[in-house]
């Protein structure tokens, strides 16, 4: 291999490395965006009203990563967005749960009560 070739392959991978973070980033924000507008926002900020802030914040600065073209920030952040968005959904879940057991029990209470009649 000579040595023009072999400097052109590198300088070839230094200016697609920005390009490789570029698209991960990019599909990562979109996806996280979506996974975060997916959330019922009244049962987010009821269940788990600190991690969908969070997550909300950290959406916002993933947009402002990629604005600025910082993908590696942009992927990273948009990363902590999606955990806390997957917090709240299974807070929400958990609290719904929740209201099942509750429901549950008193109906086990009322029909104790009656056979207790």
Do not use: H
Not at 36 to 60: G, V, Y
């Amino acid at each position: 291999m000579s040595k023009k070739f072999g400097a052109a392959l590198f300088g070839a991978l230094l200016l697609a490395s920005p390009v490789a973070f570029a698209e991960p980033a990019r599909d990562e924000l979109i996806r996280t965006e979506a996974q975060i507008s997916a959330l019922n926002t009244a049962d987010a900020s009821s269940a788990a009203p600190t991690n969908f802030q969070e997550a909300q914040l950290r959406l916002s600065e993933a947009r402002e990563a990629e604005d600025k073209n910082k993908d590696e920030v942009s992927l990273w952040r948009s990363a902590e967005a999606s955990l806390q968005a997957d917090i709240v959904q299974e807070k929400i879940k958990l609290k719904a749960l929740e209201r099942t057991v509750s429901e549950i029990e008193t109906g086990i209470a009322t029909l104790r009560r009656e056979l207790n009649s």
